[in-house]
């Protein structure tokens, strides 16, 4: 598909004046038949990017210097070039053909590529589909040309060429040819066979592209058109057997190939695909370059040529279409709900369950809103799936606006995984089951990374000895592996009667070191007393050891330690007072210090942090953890910060 | 104490009221209650915590809300004894000024940290839907919510639905605000949590941690206030005692050496 002015048309519909004022004087764009040139610097001078019909009729052309433009007619409109605003705009554009077919390739600066192969029969065929698109885009105020072959290089070339106005190039500036219907279309284009193989291919191993709703028969070739394929003009959907006359009277430029090369061929004599067809491959390499001639054998249909889809293609879709378009959020629902039973069947046949989830509403007016949502385990079950997407729509919120309403819907399973039917119990209610889909449920509306999960890390440093991890993603090691990771960890459990434990294996430096106060087992002195009798492994294995009436971590940590005032003592003793959030507390009783140094390997930069944790009791009866700041030197002032408070 | 018989007869009757109330949406089927192996507080909330309900909890002053989650934690690891999941739903200012559960902290407190599931929410108005979601769908034995401040937004409206969705799921709420609320709400029970002194062990150090319950509301039976111990290693609340708490000794080899084993 080609488009043919995306430049200029996107500032026509836009309606408003760009950022022309230097150029232009100010005056906004009226309609489209005011000529228009979008220009872009090049080299340091202004030229021509881009010109609409009204501009081109005047003979203005893309590469012209902007001063000789101007030279030939002085009021014209100009805009500046925004490159990004085209792509954004393409972009979009290719969002609405995606209601066509899941395969939407890109194809810069203002092209498209679809593979209809498969999708055709869905519009009443491969001319009606391509009428059906053309006239929504005209709807829209694009100027669209599309053209339907069996090769990409092929449809290109018609979409682009096919017409003969374009053909006999700059004699003639007559608009396009009436008997097309639609004047202002140029082009658009389409591929269908090469890429109908690929399909059916992947279709074989079990892969992508299986449409659900649609029981569709394999591709067909279009049955020849009545009127001569001779006569290419107006014929823009190429039947199978007609690609190479198709070809024939196009100009080589049609081919995708460099400027330069078309000059180049020119200069031999060379103009038309049809002198180029029948010669020698080798010579042809040799003068004009291996992308000549691939383009060529590509064309027609003698290489493969691949379509690089814009989306991911869903492993399995549904969709469903309207006759009248929906906007009630309700009826959405229970659109997807109703999609999301096909959807389980497909999947239950391959033993698959899916792990994202998305919808896309294809506005009528060619807006597409996605909507995917993740779980955490394979999902196959249609209610659910419909209430992630309650969810979901909920948490999007206005964002997602109906407008004119939606007239397609489609779900599909973006990723799968394996899931085998489990059996359930008969008593009802399986928790795990339960949970999983809370956490979904949780995810959809808060974003999955807002439901964790808190896992233990293998350091000491107490803000990063537990992770938050998101609970979608690491059920299976919580229920199961972290028990077992627990028991392999060479300080996990410390009965206080039980056997050795230590800080010292191999994998776990010394990263705290024993203050005077701390008496640290050390793996190389078993205790006494702990000799012979493994440790004992219980489920409730904590990292720390208990060796105190009280907890020895706070349950609440903050995530930057606060700031508090405190006087000790002695200089590297316990506090005897603090303040803390303008409250003071007298200390009752203190515990400490546990020396918590930066783990060695890390201390490059040379900063010693260390610190000197101290639980402490206030009078009342508050409980937190205190830790002061690097060591006590003479002079300097002492820092104190509260880190975390215990029940 | 009624006997064994009567309990059944009365069962059996209630049973029988429930049929005829079912659409009314309560049971008087004899509830799963939670003992708290307090006898004083137990007999106080007619047996135990009840399970399928909603209770509030908030701290007595304002810096103790530590103090006050550690209730409601001490309470979700006797509920989720068996293995359940309990589910921790914090707003986003509450976590920034109370801190966030920290694992190391809950493995060592009673409740390992695979049991627990954090939930940060912006919005103290999604902390209660996400609660209502959870009690609603018996994957998780509690749900704790944290509110910021008062809490206003759990009001006699929003406590209603909690309580609602409690019964309807069985699952066990907790509601965990900074500040007590003033207004009525629905909750089965209003509690006040302050930290208390411990009785510290003979070293001198900490002792077990120690709660000061004030139980303000309680629709089941009489209100009062209590000093209760967490034992940690045992998991299990203990009446304050006057006695001092010693280490276990331990029960092989001589217990010298571990004399001076104190917090690291």
Not at chain 1, 341 to 352: D, H, I, P, S
């Amino acid at each position: 598909m080609w488009l043919r002015r995306l430049t200029t048309d996107r500032l026509l519909r836009a309606g408003s004046p760009a950022p022309a004022d230097a150029h232009a004087g100010g005056s906004g764009f009226a309609p489209s038949d005011t000529p228009l040139v979008v220009v872009a610097p090049v080299k340091g001078a202004l030229r021509l990017a881009a010109v609409n019909d009204a501009a081109d009729g005047l003979g203005l052309k893309p590469g012209m210097a902007l001063a000789d433009a101007r030279a030939m007619y002085p009021r014209i409109a100009v805009a500046d070039a925004d490159p990004e605003a085209d792509r954004r705009l393409l972009l979009a554009i290719a969002d609405g053909c995606d209601r066509y077919t899941p395969l939407v390739g890109l194809d810069p600066p203002d092209g498209l590529i679809l593979d209809i192969a498969g999708c055709a029969h869905l519009f009443g065929g491969e001319e009606s589909l391509r009428r059906d698109l053309v006239a929504r885009l005209v709807r829209q105020g694009f100027q669209a040309r599309a053209a339907v072959a069996d090769t990409v290089g092929c449809a290109w070339a018609v979409a682009r060429y096919g017409d003969d106005n374009v053909v006999r190039g700059r004699a003639t500036r007559s608009p396009p040819p009436p008997e097309l219907g639609f004047t202002r279309v140029r082009h658009i284009e389409w591929s269908k066979s090469e890429t109908s193989d690929f399909d059916r291919g992947k279709d074989r191993v079990g892969g992508g592209g299986k449409f659900g709703i649609h029981d569709y028969p394999p591709p067909h070739p279009s049955p020849a058109r009545g009127e001569g394929a001779d006569r290419v003009r107006g014929l823009f959907c190429v039947p199978s057997d007609q690609t190479v006359d198709a070809l024939l009277p196009l100009p080589l430029a049609a081919l995708r190939i460099a400027p330069e090369t078309v000059t180049e061929l020119a200069q031999v004599g060379l103009k038309r695909i049809a002198d180029a067809i029948d010669r020698p491959r080798a010579p042809l390499a040799a003068r004009f370059g291996e992308a000549f001639v691939r383009r060529l054998d590509q064309a027609l249909g003698l290489e493969d040529e691949p379509i690089t889809p814009r989306l991911p293609v869903p492993a399995y879709v549904t969709e469903r279409r309207f006759a009248e378009p929906i906007a009630r959020e309700a009826d959405v629902l229970g659109t997807i709900e109703h999609l999301a039973r096909a959807l389980v069947k497909l999947m239950e046949r391959r033993g698959e369950g899916a792990r994202l989830i998305e919808t896309a509403l294809f506005r009528t007016d060619g807006k597409v809103h996605r909507i995917a949502a993740g779980t955490g385990a394979p999902l196959r079950d249609a209610a659910r799936i419909r209430a992630l997407f309650v969810e979901r729509l909920a948490a999007v919120g206005d964002e997602c606006d109906p407008g004119f309403g939606y007239d397609v819907i489609r779900l599909g399973a973006l990723a799968t995984q394996r899931c085998d039917p489990a059996q359930t119990g008969l008593a009802g209610g399986d928790h795990a089951e339960e949970l999983a889909h809370l956490i979904d449920r949780l995810g959809a509306r808060f974003g999955l990374r807002r439901v964790t999960r808190l896992v233990p890390q293998d350091t000491h440093i107490p803000e990063y000895a537990v992770a938050e991890v998101a609970a979608a993603t690491c059920r299976n090691i919580t229920t199961n592996t972290s028990l077992a990771l627990r028991r392999l960890a060479p300080h996990g459990p410390l009965p206080l009667q039980g056997g050795g434990t230590g800080w010292g294996s191999p994998r776990q430096p010394p990263t705290v070191t024993p203050s005077p106060l701390t008496v640290t087992p050390s793996p190389t002195l078993p205790l006494s007393g702990g000799g012979g009798r493994p440790p004992v492994l219980r489920e409730r294995d904590s990292f720390i050891e208990q060796d105190s009436l009280s907890p020895t971590r706070p349950i609440r940590l903050f995530d930057r330690p606060e700031p508090v005032e405190a006087t000790a003592a002695v200089p590297d003793g316990p506090p005897v007072q603090f303040t803390w959030r303008r409250v003071r507390y007298v200390v009752a009783h203190a515990e400490g210090p546990e020396r918590i140094a930066m783990e060695w390997w890390r201390d490059d930069q040379g900063n010693a942090l260390t610190r000197d944790y101290f639980r402490v009791e206030s009078r009342e009866g508050v409980r937190v953890w205190l830790f002061r700041q690097g060591l006590f030197t003479d002079g300097a002032p002492t820092s104190w910060f509260l880190h975390g408070v215990f029940a | 104490m009624a006997s064994a018989a009567s309990r059944g007869a009365l069962r059996h009757l209630r049973q029988a009221l429930a049929t005829l109330d079912k659409d009314k949406g309560f049971s008087l089927v004899e509830e799963d209650i939670l003992p708290l192996g307090l006898p004083a507080v137990d007999a106080a909330l007619g047996g135990g915590l009840a399970c399928a309900a909603l209770h509030e909890l908030a701290p007595a002053a304002p810096a103790q809300f530590g103090t006050a989650a550690g209730f409601a934690l001490a309470i979700a690891a006797l509920r989720t004894a068996t293995g359940r999941a309990a589910l921790f739903i914090q707003t986003d200012f509450a976590a920034l000024e109370a801190g966030t559960p920290y694992g190391l902290g809950l493995d060592g407190f009673g409740l390992p940290m695979e049991r627990l599931i954090l939930l940060r929410v912006p919005r103290p108005v999604d902390a209660l839907w996400a609660c209502e979601e959870a009690l609603k769908s018996r994957g998780v034995a509690v749900v704790i919510a944290e509110l910021p401040q008062a809490g206003a937004a759990a009001d006699f409206t929003a406590t209603r639905r909690l309580t609602l969705a409690a019964r309807a799921g069985g699952g066990l709420a907790l509601l965990l605000r900074h500040r007590p609320l003033p207004i009525a709400t629905a909750a089965t029970t209003r509690w006040q949590v302050a930290a208390a002194p411990s009785t510290p062990d003979r070293f001198g150090g900490l002792g077990r941690t120690t709660f000061d319950l004030s139980l303000n509301r309680n629709r089941r039976g009489h209100s009062g206030r209590f000093i209760v111990s967490w034992d940690h290693h045992a998991c299990a609340f203990l009446p304050q005692t006057l006695s001092l708490g010693v280490a276990a000794a331990a029960d092989d080899g001589p217990i010298a050496p571990r004399r001076l084993a104190r917090a690291g």
